[in-house]
């Protein structure tokens, strides 16, 4: 069975500061790999996705992550954080694209001035 | 473009009482996706409907759930009886067909909290 491990519940940085939410999954075969985020009362906005081909990927608000199948990893990064990326952030796998999305527990961000 | 619409936003209910939650897709949207997520964990997969048929319910607890999707629009989700591990934030998706590379859209979901 598939499953996600976000090890860090919660995070703070600095605004400005570069920001890196790890994230481990267990999967047989190749995964499909999502990361999401929520703000408080909102639902789950898709951040980037990887499905196959170059490892590091680019997504929405200056995000990126790179899969490491030798680590099992798929790590969020951002090289300088703002108070609005403030949220949850969840990392989820997927069996067949967004079909059988299983999600981690997630990190909360908090961004301090 | 509008989203996925859910109501209500929040409902207050005792254990045993029966409850309902309502989404709307978005337009043209094939599939539709009903999440549980509990507080301190992530959304949980409890149904998908491809139009107006089920492809996954296996982690719906069918002894209390129940959905439909008349049409292969609208689609609501029933808890009857609820008990006080129901509260948690029901959320709904949507997504333009079932294809891996079909972008899942959420609602801002029913938050339902059981006393």
């Known amino acids: 069975a598939q499953s996600v491990t976000q090890p860090d519940i919660h995070i703070t940085v600095s605004e400005g500061a570069s920001l890196e939410l790890r994230c481990n999954y267990s999967?047989?075969?190749?995964?499909?790999l999502f990361w999401y985020v929520q703000s408080p009362g909102q639902g789950l906005q898709l951040l980037l996705k990887?499905?196959?081909?170059?490892?590091l990927v680019q997504g929405i608000k200056g995000f990126e992550a790179e899969f490491k199948r030798s680590q099992s990893s798929f790590n969020l990064r951002k090289p300088s954080v703002h108070w609005s990326d403030a949220a949850e952030y969840f990392c989820a796998v997927g069996a067949r694209g967004y079909q059988k999305v299983t999600f981690g527990t997630g990190t909360k961000l908090q961004v301090i001035p | 473009e509008a989203g996925v619409a859910q109501s209500p936003r929040y409902k207050i209910i005792e254990k045993r009482q029966s409850v309902a939650f309502w989404c709307n897709p978005i337009?043209?949207?094939?599939?539709l996706y009903w999440y549980q997520q509990i507080l301190g964990q992530g959304p949980k997969l409890l149904i998908q409907?491809?139009?107006?048929?089920?492809?996954?319910d296996s982690q719906l607890p069918k002894d209390r759930f129940s959905a439909e999707r008349l049409k292969g629009v609208d689609s609501t989700l029933k808890i009857q009886p609820a008990k006080l591990e129901d509260s948690a934030v029901y959320l709904c998706?949507?997504?333009?067909?079932?294809?891996?590379?079909?972008?899942?859209?959420f609602g801002q979901g029913t938050r339902l909290t059981v006393v």
């Open positions: 998706a949507s997504s333009l067909g079932r294809g891996q590379d079909t972008e899942a859209f």
């Open positions: 999967y047989g075969a190749t995964p499909y």
């Open positions: 990887y499905f196959s081909g170059d490892t």
């Open positions: 409907f491809q139009n107006n048929g089920v492809v996954d």
């Open positions: 337009s043209g949207h094939a599939t």
